[in-house]
């Protein structure tokens, strides 16, 4: 995490940790089962000579894919400052991926349609997510909140294997492959939350947020070939979960939780400070599965 975002985020939170609450917190833990994976792409100028330079502008293209998945242990604490305004925060680690593998494919369409480069490598990491929202009761059963949400992983790329190389297949392990991108989107955000009880210790509760403009940052360096380079661009991100909370018999305010949550951050366009004629065109990260863990209040 940015030195930046960590020193907000931590002033915040002391923040939020020393508000006197004007009636019960709520504490909610969980594990949650994520799947999903992170994708880029930047456009680069062809490479084929006999073709004029502005005819061949992004037909270079150069795409990464990273698998995703792990179990996220997860936070929601909620401090009311009044009968309708609360604070929340919600958060999650994932101390280290499954781990998997990646690809990195590259075409230059100047010269032809099929693979240019074509490799892949395992991969792991870690990934964090936090949001900070001021929530307001619309009705009994209806929350509207703005805040601002981060989230930020990183990979590390080892056992590197390139199967098609200039075209032509390969063979060619690359065994001291040890590259890392990290990739983070951060930005304010507005959503909703609702409660339907569906019986007297049942209930089910959803919330969905949306930020339509957040900054989205890269940073990777290839140790293979010696490159440290960087991403700028704006996207959007998507929050969505939904959960059954079953209410503890002979715990008063207590509640076991079962939900699915799914989360969808991409960029609209960004840049690549190497170079003015690299465009980064895609990026998008997508994770969803269920969570489970329990209610307190106190």
């Keep these: 995490m940015p030195k930046r975002i960590s020193l907000v985020f931590t002033l915040l939170l002391a923040t939020v940790m020393l508000i006197r609450p004007a009636s019960a917190s709520t504490l909610a833990l969980s594990n949650w089962h994520a799947n999903g994976s992170q994708m880029w792409r930047i456009n680069f100028p062809g490479y084929n000579n006999a073709m004029p330079a502005n005819q061949k502008t992004d037909l270079g293209v150069s795409e990464l894919t990273y698998p995703q998945s792990g179990t996220y242990a ?34 230059d369409y ?8 074509y490799g892949t ?13 001021f929530k307001h009761m619309l009705a009994n059963n209806t929350e509207f909140f703005y805040g601002y949400g981060y989230s930020n992983s990183q990979y590390v790329m080892t056992q590197g294997y390139y199967s098609v190389l200039d075209y032509a297949a390969v063979d060619l392990p690359l065994p001291t492959l040890h590259s890392t991108y990290s990739i983070a989107y951060h930005g304010p955000h507005v959503g909703l939350t609702g409660t339907k009880q569906l019986a007297p210790k049942l209930a089910l509760v959803g919330s969905f947020s949306y930020s339509p403009l957040v900054l989205v940052q890269g940073h990777g360096i290839w140790n293979l070939r010696n490159l440290d380079f960087r991403h700028f661009g704006t996207g959007q991100m998507l929050d969505g979960k939904i959960a059954l909370h079953y209410a503890i018999a002979g715990r008063r305010d207590n509640a076991l939780i079962l939900g699915y949550r799914y989360q ?7 840049s690549e400070n190497t170079s003015n004629q ?7 990260k997508l994770q969803h599965g269920w969570y489970m863990g329990g209610e307190f209040s106190f």
């Design 278 to 284: 690299i465009t980064w065109t895609k990026a998008t």
């Design 264 to 270: 969808y951050y991409s960029l609209y366009t960004g």
């Design 110 to 117: 100047s010269r032809s349609k099929e693979l240019w480069h």
């Design 74 to 107: 997860s936070v929601t604490y909620d401090i009311p400052l009044s009968s309708s305004h609360k604070i929340s925060l919600d958060a999650g680690t994932l101390g280290a991926f499954s781990s998997a593998t990646g690809t990195d494919s590259d075409w």
């Design 121 to 133: 490598f395992q991969t792991d990491g870690t990934s964090t997510f936090i949001n900070l929202d």
